[in-house]
């Protein structure tokens, strides 16, 4: 995979403003259930059962799992996007619980979210300047680090799409579009769901050479939520394989990958010959 | 969606939207006339070319000029007064289009607000408005309507309070409906991540997504408006004079017809033409702005 970052992306994404190294984890997440309440039934569905998660400044950790089995539900319960869940998450240090309203508004910046589907994730009513402009507007402090041209400029996209409209972009162009908009909050962490899933084989390997190269240049954590072990393989450092809402089996890439120790990882590895024999680096 | 990536940077435009531009064309043609009639009921009465509009019992219950026995005097004849027609028709048609337009505002304002704010923060809101949405579907509204105008009288602003509390809750469920689907939208979860407040979500980013249906549903609204009150006005209920509706006009013809049908036929006519161009105007921009015909 590595010749892709050679050729995908050129290196000269511009150094980050921010050293974000410190001791504090960007994320922590203690014993996190998310229950969803079914609307017709009334049943109870825990989608996410006692969870665990800790990600260090700058550290690269992978979800994975099978459709359903909770991945999406974790990632947004655990960065106070989504339903919050019982159980303590710690965002850069602060107690979700315990935060008020404009502590949250202002903590949320540090963990910025990109999708599966790009043009999902973009307001169809406004040119892709006017989205940066109002993410300026609402964060000016965070954002005058860089210009809306240079900005595109570092997810290689030329200045002349600021004026388009998600619709007149292409899937790709669009996935960039958010990643620089992620970008351009200055993140802690990166929280990218399936950020490849909707696009085509060709693009594919362009994004997350991107994110690669943003997560080396930027020293943003990031958390992958992906059921592609190949990507996670080659982007990430810790995983943890969720199954049925709860963490079957978690360690370093390597080790889970080389010698999964969980019935179920090991089904996975099967399903997804991928993982196996494409060696990392 | 482009599967020539070679170059994203000059990835071509999506081709231009052909269906959405034949909703355009339609709408276009729907929306000229309902103008020219708009702007004529506006501006002949000051343009001194209407006949006098007062009482001559020497001219009772004249046909129009292109019957036998009329005459261009009084070109769609006149009333058992001998009042001419045309000038009642015109005064008619100009209050008919404003009942129609603001009795559709009244309606469509709190209608999209009750149905963003149950689409958008569900729970206990959504359940207290969905609520009152189906109490509201559920009342016949010549009932509504004949227990306030019995209580408050006829008049204008009555009506407007009757044409707003029948007509709200439509337009409330379809807002919520089209705001539970935009709310689930990931560019919702990216703006509270750039730390956007709820109330410029709602307002900035999900109520301008439904411009398009709140326009279509307000024009379908006029239609509405206009049918209610011509049908209040017939059982007396609505309009009452010295003011004139095309409904009122019916109203008072409908004891003449037999011997004079013109009276009641020309608003009657106009009414029908007028709900019909109205409501096809209304299909045309919502298929314009349904997600499901529009190209992404």
């Not at chain 1, 919050?84 to 540090?110: C, F, K, N, Y």
């Not at chain 2, 959504?126 to 559920?138: G, H, K, N, P």
């Not at chain 2, 209040?232 to 006009?249: A, D, E, K, Y």
Request: glycine share 10%; charged share 20%.
């Amino acid at each position: 995979m590595s010749e892709v970052t050679e050729t995908g992306v050129p290196g000269d994404l511009a150094r980050h403003p921010r050293t974000p190294e410190s001791d504090t984890p960007v994320l922590e997440v203690d014993d996190l259930v998310v229950e969803h309440r079914d609307g017709g039934t009334g049943t109870l569905f825990r989608a996410v059962d006692q969870v665990s998660l800790r990600i260090a400044a700058g550290e690269s950790v992978a979800v994975v799992g099978e459709s359903g089995s909770g991945k999406t539900t974790l990632a947004m319960a655990a960065t106070g996007l989504g339903p919050r869940g019982r159980g303590d998450i710690r965002l850069l240090g602060h107690s979700l619980s315990a935060v008020s309203r404009t502590q949250l508004r202002r903590l949320r910046p540090e963990v910025q979210v990109v999708f599966q589907d790009p043009h999902g994730s973009l307001d169809p009513r406004q040119s892709v300047r006017s989205g940066l402009r109002e993410l300026r507007a609402l964060q000016p402090e965070r954002t005058s680090w860089i210009d809306d041209a240079d900005l595109l400029g570092r997810v290689r996209l030329a200045p002349d799409l600021l004026d388009r409209y998600p619709h007149q972009l292409s899937g790709g162009q669009a996935q960039r579009v958010c990643i620089a908009r992620a970008l351009l909050m200055r993140p802690r962490l990166i929280v990218a769901d399936e950020p490849t899933s909707g696009l085509d084989v060709s693009v594919q390997a362009d994004v997350l050479a991107l994110l690669r190269q943003i997560r080396a240049t930027t020293g943003a954590a990031l958390l992958m939520i992906s059921h592609d072990l190949a990507v996670v393989r080659s982007l990430c450092d810790v995983v943890h394989v969720m199954y049925r809402g709860r963490v079957v089996e978690a360690g370093p890439c390597d080790r889970v990958f080389g010698t999964p120790e969980n019935d179920y990882t090991r089904e996975l590895l099967a399903a997804m010959p991928g993982a196996r024999w494409r060696s990392r680096r | 969606m482009s599967q020539l990536e070679l170059d994203p940077v000059t990835a071509p435009v999506s081709p231009p939207r052909r269906a959405g531009r034949r909703a355009r064309t339609s709408a276009f043609w729907l929306a000229l006339p309902l103008a020219v009639a708009a702007v004529a009921v506006f501006v002949l009465p000051l343009t001194g070319l209407l006949p006098d509009g007062g009482q001559n019992l020497d001219a009772t219950r004249q046909p129009p000029a292109f019957l036998a026995g009329g005459s261009w005097a009084h070109p769609l004849g006149t009333d058992k007064l001998g009042q001419d027609l045309l000038t009642q028709f015109v005064s008619a048609g100009r209050l008919t289009i404003v009942i129609g337009l603001v009795g559709a505002l009244v309606a469509i304002g709190p209608g999209t607000l009750l149905g963003l704010l149950a689409g958008y923060f569900r729970g206990w809101v959504d359940r207290v408005i969905s609520i009152l949405i189906d109490a509201q579907l559920a009342l016949p509204f010549i009932l509504v309507a004949l227990a306030i105008i019995a209580n408050r009288g006829s008049s204008l602003p009555v009506l407007f309070l009757v044409l707003a509390l029948t007509g709200w809750a439509v337009c409330a469920r379809v807002t919520r409906a089209a705001t539970l689907a935009i709310r689930e939208r990931q560019f919702v979860v990216g703006l509270r991540a750039a730390g956007a407040s709820e109330p410029r979500i709602v307002f900035r980013h999900i109520l301008p997504n439904l411009a398009g249906t709140i326009v279509a549903l307000g024009t379908l609204q006029v239609g509405t408006a206009i049918l209610v009150e011509s049908a209040l006005s017939f059982l007396g209920l609505g309009v009452v004079p010295p003011m004139n509706s095309w409904g009122s006009m019916l109203a008072s013809g409908q004891d003449e017809l037999s011997q004079a049908w013109w009276i009641a036929f020309f608003p009657g006519l106009a009414i029908t033409v007028l709900v019909l161009l109205v409501n096809l105007l209304g299909d045309a921009l919502l298929t314009h702005h349904d997600p499901r015909k529009r190209r992404r």
